[in-house]
């Protein structure tokens, strides 16, 4: 079974912080992806890479950056947290273009900013 | 630019009954379409894939359907239970992309005992 691991289910940091969520997959997929989920907003999608070192920008990457120095893991980065980055984050992994293979998904970090 | 839409935005059922929730999509362009479940508070799981040369797939009580040239697909749940009681979150992926995914805004579910 595909398995990825997302650091933190919760986290509670605080304006102007450094912070850093954390997804680690075991199945060699050469794409992974960060989602943030908020209610009306649905799934969007902030940064994806589709091999190491490599990084892409999603729908909203403002006030983010990646980083993927592993193939295994692929790290969100808050560079000076905000209140509107309070959210629930969304980490997951894929083959690159095996389309008949789903989307793996970590069990999310709820992230709150204070 | 993709976009997906899901209706109904919610829906209440009692126990046993069958239920088909909705999913449509802008551009047919899709290398396939992927059906989620979240429950609340945790992640996503699969529960369909369909490719877009196919016209449905099948697990145990699911069948989902995709109709690419009208940008529909249904997913029908046969004799509900408590335990589907879930968000249930229809996505696509463009021709095209890097492979990232485009979701709808999902339908909640609840299915009464």
């Known amino acids: 079974d595909v398995k990825v691991t997302q650091s933190s289910r919760y986290l509670v940091k605080r304006t102007g912080e450094k912070v850093f969520l954390e997804c680690v997959q075991d199945m060699d997929h050469e794409n992974m992806f960060w989602y943030r989920q908020d209610p009306g907003l649905g799934l969007r999608l902030i940064y994806f890479s589709y091999d190491v070192k490599m990084k892409e920008k999603g729908d909203i990457p403002e006030g983010y950056s990646v980083s993927r120095e592993k193939k295994e893991r692929f790290s969100l980065i808050l560079e000076s947290a905000s209140t509107n980055q309070t959210s629930m984050y969304l980490c997951?992994?894929?083959?690159?273009?095996?389309?008949?293979?789903?989307?793996?998904f970590g069990d999310g970090t709820r992230l709150s900013i204070l | 630019k993709q976009e997906v839409t899901q209706i109904p935005a919610a829906l209440s059922v009692p126990e046993g009954e069958n239920l088909v929730l909705n999913c449509s999509f802008t551009d047919s362009a899709i290398y396939n379409l992927q059906w989620f479940r979240q429950d609340p508070g945790k992640g996503l799981t699969s529960l369909l894939l369909?490719?877009?040369?196919?016209r449905e797939q099948t697990s145990g009580r699911l069948n989902a359907s995709l109709d690419k040239s009208s940008g529909r697909s249904t997913l029908y749940i046969a004799a509900s239970q408590p335990g589907d009681s879930a968000t249930y979150l229809c996505a696509v992926i463009s021709s095209g992309s890097a492979r990232q995914l485009t979701f709808g805004s999902g339908t909640q579910l609840t299915v009464l005992p």
């Open positions: 369909i490719q877009s040369s196919q």
């Open positions: 997951a992994s894929s083959w690159l273009d095996r389309d008949n293979q789903p989307q793996h």
